[in-house]
């Protein structure tokens, strides 16, 4: 990936008095009454707008939030996000657009002032932005004189607010949010402080093949967790009862296994299982060892044999990538070795004995739900989707359309 250009590279003076476009991520979990549970991507998105409002631009903000599917679905309207905003930025005026193209929109840019922001109304309403549709593009891009993208959980789509606008808008440079994942990221891929240690979890192993074999050359140890450590254990003939099976990809797990022991890399599977003989909250539940699940019954998290492997192999570690709990942890009985592993990467990050990056929506709402800071850790992305591709070594197409830094000669 050549090296793009950031809004640090460009003089004060280019924002002075001119709209600045800036594609957010602001697809916040909502409760059921449409209430933000957690601000984690607003807040990540502060210092580009705070750079950029000193800088006297004239700040709109495009994001989405859900599925919508290219209609207007009434909960999914960006006004709680917009009052959000104005909450975090006090000093601020947060204009909110209920509409995010057409004559309207045009006249709410014309009359916004320098240092203030508009927030339109979530792009996904509208059908041409997962089609990365060029008409949908141009109407964007007349809004802007520079475009920055610091929507990293989006950069892996192209569309329309996120690669389409960019081959209409003069300027295009990546925010500060984005800078900062792909500087914590990357080097994962390159040279991390060993030893390095990945944890992979999360329900299915066909999401994740690509990251697996990628991480795998880089890492020292890598810890599978979560429902697709039950594909890992059925290749190798344990018994499972009715635990979460991907059976098209036990061979998968098999030649991962293998891959790594050619690389004389380390797999850490469980040796203990918490299981249940259904799948809920309250079920009846037990510890047995991993190799043996009575037919009838479910894996739902790791056991305190295993989880307590996991704490040491993390102890001995120099950088860890955790990406996916390690149990079904919405429920609380079976949410221990996922609490466990996230306090003591928190305490080992806190001690600076380790670097810890997090990625995943599931990471973090697991965090969210210990109540453990992602201040505790190193780096929490705000990626899911677009951190797997770019550790899979795949080019993102969000990042890919921004300008290139341009090389400098030594003494020019």
């Not at 041409?128 to 008409?135: A, K, S, W």
């Not at 991993?290 to 993390?314: C, F």
């Amino acid at each position: 990936m050549n090296p793009k250009k950031c809004i640090t590279d460009l003089p004060d003076s280019a924002y002075a008095e001119k709209s600045v476009l800036v594609r957010t991520d602001y697809n916040v979990p909502l409760d059921e009454k449409g209430n933000i549970t957690s601000d984690y991507r607003i807040q990540q998105s502060l210092p580009t707008l705070e750079y950029l409002l000193k800088r006297n631009a004239k700040v709109i903000i495009v994001s989405h939030l859900g599925r919508p599917k290219g209609t207007v679905v009434e909960k999914l309207r960006l006004k709680p996000v917009a009052e959000a905003l104005q909450k975090l930025l006090t000093n601020t005026v947060v204009h909110y657009s209920d509409t995010c193209i057409g004559q309207a929109v045009t006249e709410k840019v014309n009359t916004l002032k320098p240092g203030e922001i508009l927030i339109l109304e979530n792009i996904r309403f509208e059908p041409g932005e997962t089609q990365n549709d060029p008409v949908l593009a141009k109407q964007l891009a007349a809004l802007a004189d520079i475009y920055v993208n610091d929507a990293f959980g989006a950069a892996h789509r192209a569309h329309a607010s996120t690669e389409g606008i960019t081959h209409d808008v003069p300027i295009n440079v990546a925010g500060l949010l984005v800078e900062r994942e792909l500087s914590t990221l990357l080097p994962l891929l390159k040279n991390p402080d060993k030893p390095f240690t990945a944890i992979i979890g999360g329900s299915k192993i066909s999401t994740k093949i690509d990251v697996l074999s990628q991480l795998l050359t880089q890492v020292n140890t890598m810890v599978i967790g979560g429902g697709m450590v039950f594909t890992f254990l059925k290749a190798l003939d344990y018994n499972i009862g009715n635990s979460l099976l991907e059976e098209e990809h036990i061979e998968t797990a098999r030649n991962l296994m293998k891959q790594a022991e050619t690389m004389d890399k380390i797999i850490v599977l469980p040796k203990d299982i918490v299981i249940a003989d259904q799948f809920s909250a309250d079920a009846k539940h037990q510890v047995v060892a991993a190799n043996a699940i009575p037919d009838g019954w479910i894996g739902m998290d790791l056991g305190p044999q295993s989880t307590q492997h996991i704490e040491t192999v993390l102890k001995n570690s120099k950088t860890v990538f955790w990406n996916g709990p390690l149990g079904v942890f919405e429920f609380p009985a079976f949410a221990k070795s996922t609490q466990a592993v996230a306090e003591t990467l928190a305490e080992l990050t806190e001690k600076r004995y380790l670097k810890s990056i997090l990625g995943g929506g599931d990471t973090q709402a697991a965090i969210d739900q210990f109540q453990i800071s992602p201040s505790s850790f190193t780096h929490v992305s705000t990626g899911g989707g677009a951190t797997l591709e770019l550790l899979e070594g795949k080019a993102l197409p969000g990042i890919e359309a921004l300008d290139n830094k341009i090389p400098t000669t030594s003494g020019v």
